[in-house]
């Protein structure tokens, strides 16, 4: 006799809530209602194809599609990755460094060059990584040495530590940072390991990189004590929002003209935006300012954020800038409208510079 539509469920549900629900093994369900092993996955992946079963995945690593597509979309990305928060406020650090991780493991490929910058972003992503196998990989370090005062986060351990999780050769960077003058740094450049390293960027098929910001607890560089809080104020008064491997950049991606940039031993921001994919870290709404202006200066192509700051940045993103709307106001002023025609007032100099000549964009 052959079951009704009603029955057949009620027997699918039965099977179902076993499995899912009791625990109950496949050879132990099909003793219990008298079908072979086979039968009961067959069951089992009937009651999900007609609606009994529903499975939930809450993934520690959620990410928002919508907010991914946006930022894609808007900034012309080659991806992005967007953490769906637990929490306001979350530190979402260590979760983006998982992320960063996975995304890592999955695309590079044996013969590959892969660059890496320093910092505590950084320093989560390497110490997440858990490839499945080795790959005949050069990994170069994109930012000369801090201080001995953090090594973790340091360029060289960075490096050394992603260079061991793939079993790679690794270029490192035999140079400081930071140095006294440009003639010290130009001298170091013709130092042949410090040139060999260089020379390896030109070949980099992906980068990945933490974002800097200019507030002081956001700053790499001022943490790690090569800058002060007035030469970061100084910094931030010339227009800059953010760096990436030492060089900064304005909001609008223009990068900025700073005496500091002649002493870096660093990755170029020309040399950044000749890799194929560079994938950049950002954590919460005070890297806002600094991750727009690294997509919009092409030197992220693969933005790894959290939902909060990925808010931020397409809010910063439709707030007009700050001549646009004094242009637009200044459009809607009544032609001619109480304007002095006098020959003086005509040709006299206009008060105050004309611009600021410590601060140029190229």
Known sequence: MEMSDTEDIILLADVASMYYEQNLTQEEIAKKVGVSRSGVSRMLTRSREVGLVQIQIRHPLQTSQELQHE??????????QVLVQSQPGENTLPKLGMIGAR???NYLEDGMV????????????????????RL???VVQLMGSISANSPDVDGPEIARRLSAAFG???????????VKSSSV??????ERTVSATFEMMQRMDV???????????SSGLFRAGYLTEQELLSIRQQGAVGDVAGHYFTLQGATCRLELHERILSATPETMR????VIGIASGTSKAEALLGAMRARQVTIAITDEECAKEVLALNDTPRRDEVELEAELHQPAYADMDYSATNMFAPQAGPLHNSTLKSE
Not at 115 to 132: D, E, F, K, R
Not at 207 to 217: D, K, P
Not at 274 to 277: E, F, G, H, T
Request: glycine fraction near 8%; charged fraction near 15%.
């Open 207 to 217: 980068a990945v990189v933490g974002i800097g910001a200019v507030s002081g607890v």
């Open 103 to 105: 995304y890592l493991e």
């Open 185 to 190: 740094r130009d001298a170091l450049l013709q």
């Open 136 to 138: 005949r990989l050069d």
């Open 114 to 133: 892969v660059g890496i910058s320093w910092g505590t972003s950084m320093l989560q992503l390497v110490n997440a990584l858990h490839p499945l196998k």
């Open 71 to 80: 930022l894609i979309k808007r900034f012309g990305l080659h991806d992005a």
């Open 168 to 178: 790679a050769n690794c270029f490192y960077l035999h140079a400081p940072l930071l």
């Open 274 to 277: 000749q890799i194929p994919r």
